[in-house]
């Protein structure tokens, strides 16, 4: 039985190949990278064995710590768990639970992020190549450790499945999720300062790991290294305790879960017209009002300008850190870009639910300039400070109409650039409703050439502004700076209205062929 | 909205040759047809007859590979917005909107179309109290049920007032209390002029409600006429059977007697 669970999985996974070839790609794209990623790690382990064994134990325990907590945490607020299998499909069959339970958890090791979990930490006994008992301990202690990563992600998410099933806990969870991950970058920064501290306490932060379930198995071959026999006896017992114990959690919780399927969440708060109230009754006016109320309800919107907050924060950490602050006076530029891009996957967000727009018959025109018209709302305020603001704190405020200039031509230009491109290229994307991190699997190569194509448009637009910002640095004269805003702003116009007529026109003339690409995605 | 001067007689939707291939399969093979204005339609088929397919392609959804349509006189596909005017369309197997309320939406569908607030705005009210969905018309549509989901989208297909209505699908997961107000609104729509065009499956609710009738299998177009002149003494349930064919012999499944 669990052999056929194991095979249909694996079914499944052909399947899906063969409905669309980009998937194929996508995921031999997602897989090679993680592929590279694991082979890089693996090779570090293997410097290991030349290191102190105590070292080694302390740097393996941490990753694998890290690496398991991950698997528990992440699925919850990002991608959830990889559902092919639904257990609740398997209600109405009749398969012993204990079966059901253990072919669900292997058929995770079928699939790019299960199988590159079990070849890291299987890829821990290169470590202690030197020992061969540590060696075998460690391979079993990888495997042991994979089946932990699964189990703990099962576990979470069916336990926490009455609370992530609440529309709203997973509309803002998955967007606070990000952040910290965004801000890795610099956190290891300031981190890797304090470096000495950090060697200072990793050991300690080991050795309690090493009794969780979280770094019991890694713990495994270093006791055998030292010849702790009866640590290491023990620890395994307390692993082999922590996996049946989590297993035995997550196998009632699935059952529980299956008995009572979960009623569906209703009772969302009464809400009256909202922005439909605020915008005129027009066409426009109502495809602008529909867009706001979608940047502040969907989370997908949200998710896709989260960066946008923090791109101040990335900014500044960069620039304390290399010495350098005038680095902050990108940021108007670099925010008015990434907010026009903002709306260039537009109608891919809306899915079918933009067979409305072709069966009113709304203009182009009018689609187009909604859509600008809800997202300028938010994104020319911020644009403006994101200009005004370094160049006056910094000091350079001769600088200030050329940052304005260059600012308000990223977004009024990228505006037009995101018209034309979202009336013509869709890709997959996160359906109404779905994760907003949740990459469709495959969806990356064709996704990947349109964003990068249309952020390149965006950035070669900017030239002519930022040809004359640099000649005010080179001649120090303030009137190629006031040119720059003065061609900025007048070419920002032009290209604003001349994507959303081109944008308009193309949807007037495609708008079935538009509607069927965005049903293919589903 | 309905002030366009076809003349008597039009038909309130004529097709011909409409064909639509997917790759290597034909979905819809050449179909003429005529709605007569005034008729309430039934367009009946099996699962995947091209009954969709059909109606996307008269209603400007899926552009079609051969073929014309054209609403009220109006050709379609030549001249799309003078057309989607005319109509109000239920397409099935759609998303909504649905991070808007039910008044939003409904809301939206009317602006969209150019029509002003407060007109908007009265026949919200009027369309979510005969649909029985004025307490829920402040929540969210993600939150509504199935059936709750398609009276939304019915209203939205009636906020314009249109000429013609084309319904795919209009019952499915739809309570009987609801059903039955739904079938009422046509049937006075009907009898002050307008036209409506539903697919459906159930045979007999086409029996009852309908008085036209035209049957599809396969992409191709089997029968069309008055529902009476189409089943000819029989039920329509016995006359489409005979016309779709593929009964299967239930005598295989002996075994299935658990006596």
Known sequence: MVAHLLRLKLALLRNSFRRSPWQLVGVCIGGLYGLGMVVFAVAGTALLADADTALANTILICAVSLITLGWAIVPLVAFGVDLTLDPARFTTFTISRPKLATGLLLSGFIGVPGLLTLLLLGGQLLAWRRDPLALLAALAGGVAGALMCLALARLTTTSMARLTGSRRFRDVAGIIAIIPLILLGPIIGTAAEGIESVLDWLPRLAAVLGFTPLGVFAALPGDLAAGAWGLGAARLVLGLAYLGAVLWAWERGLHKSMENPLAPHTGSKPVGMGAFGIFPATPRGAVAARALTYWLKDPRYAASIVVVPLMPVLIWFTSTNSGNPQLMLVLGPLLGILMAFAISADVSYDSTAFSLHVLTGVRGVDDRAGRVLACAVFALPVTLLAAILPPVFLGRTDLLPAILGISLCGLLSGFGVASVASARFTYAVPLPGESPFKTPPGAGARMAVVQLATFAIMSVLLLPALGLLVAQVLTHHALFGWLALAVGVVEGAVLLVAGIRLGGRWLDARAPELMQAVAANR | ?259
């Not at chain 2, 009210?125 to 059936?147: C, F, H, M, N, P």
């Not at chain 2, 009276?151 to 009987?176: C, M, N, Q, W």
């Not at chain 2, 609801?178 to 002029?193: F, K, M, P, T």
Request: aromatic residues 4%; charged residues 20%.
């Open chain 2, 1 to 259: 909205m309905s002030n366009s001067t076809a003349e008597p007689g039009t038909p309130a939707l004529s097709i011909r040759s409409l064909g639509k291939r997917f790759g290597d399969k034909v979905a819809v093979n050449g179909i003429s047809l005529d709605v007569p204005a005034g008729s309430f339609f039934g367009l009946v088929g099996p699962n995947g007859a091209g009954k969709t397919t059909t109606l996307s392609m008269a209603t400007g959804l899926l552009r079609p590979d051969a073929g014309q349509a054209w609403l009220a006189g109006i050709d379609v596909w030549a001249e799309p917005l003078k057309a989607k005017a005319a109509m109000g369309v239920l397409a099935d197997g759609v998303r909504l909107f649905d991070r808007l309320s039910g008044r939003q939406l409904v809301t939206y569908s009317g602006l969209l179309r150019g029509m002003d607030r407060d007109t908007v705005a009265e026949r919200t009210e009027d369309l979510l109290r005969v649909l029985d969905l004025q307490d829920a018309g402040a929540k969210l549509v993600v939150d509504y049920s199935a059936g709750m989901t398609k009276k939304i989208a019915l209203a939205t297909a009636l906020i314009h007032s249109p000429r013609v209505l084309v319904l795919d699908e209009p019952f499915e997961a739809v309570d009987p209390v609801s059903a039955a107000n739904i079938r009422e609104i046509l049937a006075d729509y009907v009898a002050h002029g307008g036209t409506v065009i539903v697919s459906s499956h159930v045979m007999d609710l086409v029996q009852r409600m309908c008085s036209h009738v035209a049957v599809i299998a396969e992409g191709n177009l089997l029968a069309a006429g008055t529902v009476d002149a189409v089943r000819g003494g029989v039920s329509l349930e016995e006359r489409f059977v005979q016309l779709v064919g593929g009964r299967g012999n239930s005598e295989g499944l002996s075994w299935l007697h658990t006596s």
